[in-house]
């Protein structure tokens, strides 16, 4: 059983199995287990201590600014915090409002095996249908360039989880490059999960998929502070995108769960502070 509703209740069960034993490691969710810092939570009061006026669906203008310097202090990427970004309920939340908006039912999306399964419901719910494209041990579980194209010849998205979860495989830049120059030649959009951007170990740093050529208005970037900050329990998350995606999750969003909870904005806020 590789994806759908059957695979949900296979790890539903599996997961109740593994809970009874010792020492059996997780391969889905990646939740650090570390206590979120001591002076995230601290800031976080200090901010509570005073209220917005208003805060929209898309997150607090501030913090939204907030990301968008955090990404041009660290990659020298510019990005507009009006109208290219929007914070979720955690990563989960973006993934999902991600696919709603992109996927047409019957639209093709392609990902590499083994993936991180949430996208598989929200692929289906979308109405869309997975093209599975092979990674394993023998490729370190890294994409090969030939399996790559062809398995996004017919697919309208590409979802790359980079670093990987659940595989750790990270691919590295001349990798993330050829990806994107397949996606250019063969007009795929890339959803280029990121969110275990700070667990690359060996010198290495990831190279955003955004940061390619001609990849910016084909490319939705996802990530958050659940693993890189452990603030799992926060719900905090956000998606970079082109303006008239982002208007697109926006509605959504408003329409399932508006804003994301003031506390957890302020949390955020304070840890890229
Ligand atoms: C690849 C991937 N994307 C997104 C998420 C969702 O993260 P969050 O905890 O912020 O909802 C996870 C959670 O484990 C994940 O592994």
Not at 177 to 186: F, K, S, V, W, Y
Request: charged share 25%; aromatic share 6%; with cysteine.
């Amino acid at each position: 059983v590789s994806s759908g509703e059957k695979a949900t209740s296979l790890r539903y069960n599996l997961m109740e199995l593994a809970a009874e034993k010792n020492d059996v490691i997780s391969l889905g969710r990646g939740d650090p287990d570390l206590d979120t810092p001591a002076e995230i939570i601290e800031g976080t009061w200090r901010r509570m201590k005073t209220t917005p006026s208003s805060i929209p669906v898309r997150g607090l203008l501030e913090l939204r600014r907030s990301v968008a310097n955090h990404y041009q202090i660290t990659k020298g990427l510019d990005f507009d915090p009006e109208q290219e970004i929007i914070i979720t309920n955690g990563g989960q939340e973006g993934l999902f409002l991600t696919m709603l908006a992109l996927v047409d039912p019957g639209d093709s999306v392609a990902t590499p095996d083994p993936r991180y399964s949430s996208y598989d419901q929200a692929i289906g719910a979308a109405g869309g249908s997975i093209v599975e494209i092979p990674t394993g041990k023998d490729l370190r579980f890294e994409l090969d360039a030939d399996d790559l194209r062809q398995g996004i010849q017919d697919a309208k998205i590409l979802v790359l989880v980079n670093p990987s979860n659940p595989t750790g495989a990270l691919v590295r830049a001349d990798g993330v490059r050829r990806i994107a120059e397949a996606a250019r030649d063969l007009d795929v959009v890339v959803v280029s999960d990121e969110i275990y951007e700070e667990v690359v170990y060996d010198n290495e740093r990831l190279l955003s998929t955004v940061a390619c050529e001609g990849m910016r208005e084909r490319t939705v970037t996802l990530s958050g502070f659940s693993k890189a900050y452990a603030m799992t329990g926060f719900r905090v998350g956000y998606l970079i995108g082109d303006p008239a995606f982002i208007d697109a999750v926006e509605r959504l969003k408003a329409a399932t769960s508006g804003p994301c909870p003031l506390l957890s904005q302020n949390a955020a806020l304070t840890a890229l502070e």
